[in-house]
């Protein structure tokens, strides 16, 4: 087989993918990374992320329905229109505009990280899920990195406490060039691995199938114990947004050099990770383990961390705070530690968001059972957003805030501890549409050409498999049914 780099292959997939999110909710990420989206004010923008959150946890659950009808470019397309308005809302400020923007962006941002989760969770081989996902996170927070890049530059000489326009417009284009990346994405028929083995099988549903999928997954104890780690995945992201770094303790240009290296952190952490859960000759089960266990040392040295730093201020001490007073780059003597810890709160998401996404893709191959778990995990994830985002709103205080944070991340863990007990060794999962275990070669006749006829639900279809089997005196043949594996394989003994 060629290079992984051919176009055709799932890596190379997964980059234009990263390349994508680089542009969409990488820019997102950048802008919103600078704490109240910019503006001095975080009111609007907690209210506004509320709604996002509100309509992204709906919308994630519906998602995945709608990605197994209507195909993963069509859906990040859509869902990249609205991450465009959401941005474009902020020239004008006006707080029904942006608040409605942001309930619409909920919508998009689950059209397009359901076709995200999808894609990431059923193309990589087995081998190869958390290294290929460590990829996608590098490239798509390569986005969120340059993004804070932006205001940096743009804002280095401001001495006001919000953004200029120009920034904003700046955004805005970089997302209209992700529209067109989206065009470069294959078909999943067409997405062919290395070892020989198509990423998906095509299996016909309706809406009514998909209504009782979703529903089941409220009835699958392994969704049900990692619910506290998904809901507290884009939780910690209102305090480290909106109180670390935007709740006016930081100058405008600080707030900016903060979110690149928070960004930038999560390259190394999502590699870091991707490569301790690939980890050869070590069983599936004991990788589970081992980052849990990397979380929990994670959890409780850098909250730790966190707690001593939030000792140092509060709601009343801020507010006293003049521009001048601010923390700002050109001291480093004060600067040396915030900033080390913002950094590692970058970090920490990356490797939680690694670990959630591996363990995804550790319960299933199939691409449609993917993207309703990734439609599952959004939707409980902004749940805890949206709920975080109203906590800030009612101005509790940033150090129960702080404890809300370290106590939920250290359930997460502790909830999740059955779960990776049960992972299977094989990457087989019941009712897949694939069997990855099976290593054979489909003929260019046997799929991603129009003139193939695609079978009906339920019906059998033999393919034809090339090379030979374990003699070399007879070719093998797999009978494969669709709406999950049915098969039989021929060779001579």
């Not at 209102?238 to 960004?263: I, K, P």
């Not at 190394?268 to 004991?286: A, E, P, Q, T």
């Not at 995990?377 to 509790?396: E, R, T």
Request: proline content about 3%.
């Amino acid at each position: 087989m060629a290079s992984s780099l051919r176009y055709t292959s799932p890596l190379a997939q997964v980059a234009i993918l990263g390349l994508v999110c680089f542009c969409f909710p990488g820019m997102f990420n950048a802008i919103n990374g600078l704490g109240a989206a910019g503006k001095s004010d975080p009111t609007i923008t907690d209210n506004a992320n509320t709604a996002l959150a509100v309509t992204f946890a709906v919308c994630s659950l519906l998602a995945g329905a709608i990605f197994n009808v209507l195909g993963h470019r069509a859906m990040l397309i859509l869902g990249g229109f609205t991450y465009i308005l959401y941005i474009g809302s902020y020239l004008s400020y006006n707080a029904v505009f942006v608040i409605t923007a942001g309930a619409l962006l909920g919508v998009g941002a689950g059209f397009l990280w359901a076709a995200q989760g999808a894609i990431m969770c059923s193309y990589p081989e087995e081998g190869n899920k958390g290294k290929y996902f460590g990829i996608f996170w590098s490239i798509f927070n390569c986005g969120a990195t340059l993004g804070s890049l932006i205001p940096l530059v743009i804002e280095w000489h401001n001495t006001e406490s919000h953004v200029s326009i120009r920034t904003y417009i700046v955004f805005m284009v970089i997302m209209a060039i992700g529209s067109l990346l989206v065009l470069l994405l294959l078909r999943p028929t067409q997405v062919i691995r290395d070892d020989g083995t198509p990423v998906a099988v095509y299996k016909y549903s309706s809406w009514t199938t998909e209504g009782i999928e979703i529903a089941k997954l409220f009835a699958d104890w392994r969704m049900l114990c990692l619910i506290p780690m998904f809901f507290t995945s884009n939780w910690f992201y209102t305090y480290q947004f909106s109180v670390v770094n935007g709740g006016g303790l930081f100058t405008t240009r600080t707030r900016a050099l903060n979110g690149t290296l928070y960004w930038s952190s999560q390259i190394l952490g999502s590699n870091l990770m991707g490569n301790l859960l690939d980890l050869k000759h070590v069983s599936r089960k004991i990788r589970a383990f081992l980052g849990l266990g990397v979380l929990m040392v994670a959890v409780m040295a850098i909250w730790g961390g966190g707690f001593a730093f939030q000792r140092t201020f509060n709601r009343t001490s801020i507010r006293a705070l003049a521009e001048a007073d601010k923390i700002d780059l050109a001291n480093s003597k004060r600067y040396a530690g915030p900033v080390t810890l913002y950094a590692l709160y970058g970090l920490f998401d990356a490797i939680w968001q690694t670990y959630c996404y591996w363990m995804l893709g550790a319960l299933s191959n199939d691409t449609q059972k993917a993207a309703r778990f990734a439609g599952f995990y959004k939707a409980i994830q902004n749940a805890g957003a949206a709920s975080a985002g109203q906590v800030d709103a009612k101005k509790v205080s940033f150090m129960t805030e702080l404890l809300l944070n370290w106590l939920f991340c250290f359930l997460g863990v502790v909830c999740a501890i059955p779960v990776a007990w049960s992972v299977q060794n094989t990457g087989k999962s019941v009712g897949d549409d694939l069997n990855p275990d099976k290593s054979f070669s489909l003929s260019k006749a046997a799929y991603g050409h129009e003139s193939v006829t695609k079978p009906a639900v339920g019906q059998t279809t033999t393919l034809d498999v090339e090379g030979k089997g374990e003699t070399g005196d007879k070719p093998e043949t797999t009978t494969t049914q669709i709406l999950g594996w049915s098969e039989t394989s021929e060779e001579q003994v």
